[in-house]
């Protein structure tokens, strides 16, 4: 049951943006925010990986706040939040290692070499700066750009970028392994 909570609160809040965007195209932002609310407290209670409690969090507190202070715009807010929450994730993991990457690295690869763990390490270091960057784009659209736009890039555009990132570090991964098997 619990592998069903989780799954259901991360399908929602990748399915998050076009909710928002159905929801305000329709003058409803009252469901989406107890939606918001309801996904993070899911993910709350299914005893999920520490590091996530950013993410959950800010779920509960824009969901919360967009409810109490009766403005939208909170909801919209939120993929701001949650990149900056991946930040301090990944952040957290420079600090304390291993780097998230390094951690996703051994699950295919649990006896990743020292070169593997520099180089995860530095990956880990691209990505802090991938969710600066996305968090500075999809606050912009909250401002700036039409509802649409907000909805296509914070519900797609942002996820095709971190697919292309997570794929790219992959296949320059698997680069570099070959190259320093071949200098052994």
């Not at 918001?36 to 993910?43: C, D, S, T, W």
């Not at 802090?128 to 914070?154: D, E, H, Q, R, S």
Request: glycine share 8%.
């Amino acid at each position: 049951m619990n592998a069903v909570l989780k799954g259901i609160a991360v399908i929602g809040l990748m399915l998050y943006p076009f909710f928002v965007g159905y929801g305000l195209m329709h003058g409803q932002f009252v469901w989406v925010s107890a939606l918001l609310i309801a996904l993070g407290v899911i993910r709350l209670f299914s005893k999920g990986n520490a590091l996530l409690w950013p993410l959950t969090g800010f779920a509960i507190l824009c969901g919360g706040l967009s409810l109490i202070l009766k403005d939208h715009a909170w909801l919209k807010l939120y993929p701001v939040f949650m990149n900056i929450g991946a930040l301090i994730i990944f952040t957290m993991t420079l600090v304390k290692p291993p780097s998230m990457i390094e951690r996703f690295a051994r699950l295919a690869e649990p006896d990743l070499p020292p070169e593997g763990v520099a180089w995860t390490r530095q990956v880990t270091k691209v990505w802090c700066g991938f969710f600066c960057v996305n968090a500075a784009i999809a606050l912009m659209t909250v401002f700036f750009a039409p509802m649409k736009i907000w909805v296509l890039y914070n519900g797609f555009i942002a996820y095709v970028l971190m697919g292309i990132l997570l794929l790219g570090e992959f296949l320059l991964r698997k680069r570099q392994q070959r190259l320093h098997q071949m200098q052994k």
